[in-house]
């Protein structure tokens, strides 16, 4: 593995082994076990988006494994104001030991990983946010045991986290269902990928919410209108109405099953304060999962 750039890249071994490590790490944490396995070892991290969780994360996460963080913002950098991609990966990579990038176009995480000579980690962009599910599928083991045969279900958007949260729950060996209106489907490439053969009875991409719903192990969901889709909140609030994880919802789903949000949550909208409320604990541990996760996927990069 030589950069984070989509979970599609990565083999089903190479997810587990990274949960495998993100549990060790975090065990040691809890412990106050401290090892300096990145020690001298410096990550850029560029956002072009804002952030809370990743940016904290990983700026935490270098600094506890012994390394340091440098927080790019695009407002300052020169690839603001136009200097290529390929440019600016080949300077910051006679800097740095690893670059995360948030961005808007996958092709750009691509093209840094393709110019620069150092680990590129992908911290969302509008295609994936694969960071992200690894602290998902991190959680669930958590609180399920195990993944493989769990049924996931995600309901709303077919955005960065609904691809991602298909490619790696069916790579783990979960069943996973999406209900989205028509115009909002994952992407049309991986449902192709998603409903081959390898998967066969495993993928369900409905316009219901019932459907998806039904015996679901884990729910999730995610905002109706991402960074960047600002202008659209008005026609998207319309187009979504319905897609909502609610009591009536999860009385679907399995009696224990979790809720998951990746956060930011708009309560009334793709989630009731209510179930929030009720599946605090999951979701809270799912966002300190980020730290565990993205230190073992640092170490495997950099170490
Ligand atoms: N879930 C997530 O990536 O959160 P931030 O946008 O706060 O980083
Ligand atoms: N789909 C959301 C995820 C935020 C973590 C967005 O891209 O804004």
Redesign the pocket.
Known sequence: MKHLLKLGDLSREEIYSILNLADQLKYERKNGIRKDYLKGKTLGMIFQKSSTRTRVSFEVGMYELGGYALFLSNRDLQIGRGEPVEDTARVLSRYLDGIMIRTFEQKEVEDFAKYGSVPVINA?TDYC?PC?VLADLMTIREYKGSLKGLKMCFIGDG???ANSLMVGALKTGMSFSIACPENYRPDAALTAWAQGEEFKGRFTLTSSCEEAAKDADVIYT??WA??GEEGEKEIRAKAFQGYQVNEKLMSLAKPDAMVLH??PAHRGEEITADVFEAHAEEIFDEAENRLHAQKAVLCKLMK
């Open positions: 969302l946010h992200q955005n960065n986290m995610d905002v991402s960074m990746c956060l």
